[in-house]
T-cell receptor, first 114, second 109 residues
Framework: GAVVSQHPSRVICKSGTSVKIECRSL??????MFWYRQFPKQSLMLMAT?????????EQGVEKDKFLINHASLTLSTLTVTSAHPEDSSFYIC??????????FGQGTRLTVV | GQNIDQPTEMTATEGAIVQINCTYQ??????LFWYQQHAGEAPTFLSY??LDGLEEKGRFSSFLSRSKGYSYLLLKELQMKDSASYLC??????????WGAGTKLIIKP
């Protein structure tokens, strides 16, 4: 099946700094990728839809200036958490679909802001 | 509004069978997915149903009834490694995935 690679898997950063998370589709072209956040013992929450070559579509309540998304190519989308704070500590997951049948997830990134 | 309901937690015995139910009310329907998620890991795809009926894949089967807005995931010959959360998700008419909160499955020896 299709493979989505996400990097890094874990990151610890200081409050006020920025962190970039990469999501790559390894064996297919993904015109659309999705970024999710998951807090402990909760389900996935869609943050934004990343569209190749255009602006991302953010869900209500997600600050677009804080969570910068860039989808510069058909195989790479990045999520940058700017001026991170401890409350941004979470599990961030990207996914990409191939056609309309399946969605494949990256490995996830555990972000801890100290 | 859109809603996916599934039980919060279930317990079953190793070697037994368990059925995890999912009911949904969404704006349109373009398929239902089941994912397995172990603690601290990303979800992994288990099954996809878009037509009514049963899809069997080894020890796991998934059933869909679109008229009832209902699906279940059936796990047979349970193993300890099946202890995980099972997420039901529906793709709505805009092809957006609507997620259930997940069912934590606990397997006991």
């Amino acid at each position: 099946g299709a493979v989505v690679s996400q990097h890094p898997s874990r990151v610890i950063c200081k409050s006020g700094t920025s962190v970039k998370i990469e999501c790559r589709s390894l064996d297919f072209q993904a015109t659309t990728m999705f970024w999710y956040r998951q807090f402990p013992k909760q389900s996935l929450m869609l943050m934004a839809t990343s569209n190749e070559g255009s602006k991302a579509t953010y869900e209500q309540g997600v600050e677009k200036d804080k969570f910068l998304i860039n989808h510069a190519s058909l195989t790479l989308s990045t999520l940058t958490v700017t001026s991170a704070h401890p409350e941004d500590s979470s599990f961030y997951i990207c996914s990409a679909g191939q056609g309309h049948t399946e969605a494949f997830f990256g490995q996830g990134t555990r972000l801890t802001v100290v | 509004g859109q809603n996916i309901d599934q039980p919060t937690e279930m317990t079953a015995t190793e070697g037994a069978i368990v059925q995890i139910n999912c009911t949904y009310q969404t704006s349109g329907f373009n398929g239902l997915f089941w994912y397995q998620q172990h603690a601290g890991e990303a979800p992994t795809f288990l099954s996809y149903n878009v037509l009514d009926g049963l899809e069997e894949k080894g020890r796991f089967s998934s059933f869909l009834s679109r008229s009832k807005g209902y699906s279940y995931l059936l796990l047979k010959e349970l193993q300890m490694k099946d202890s995980a959360s099972y997420l039901c998700a529906v793709r709505d008419r805009d092809y957006q995935l609507i997620w259930g909160a997940g069912t934590k499955l606990i397997i006991k020896p």
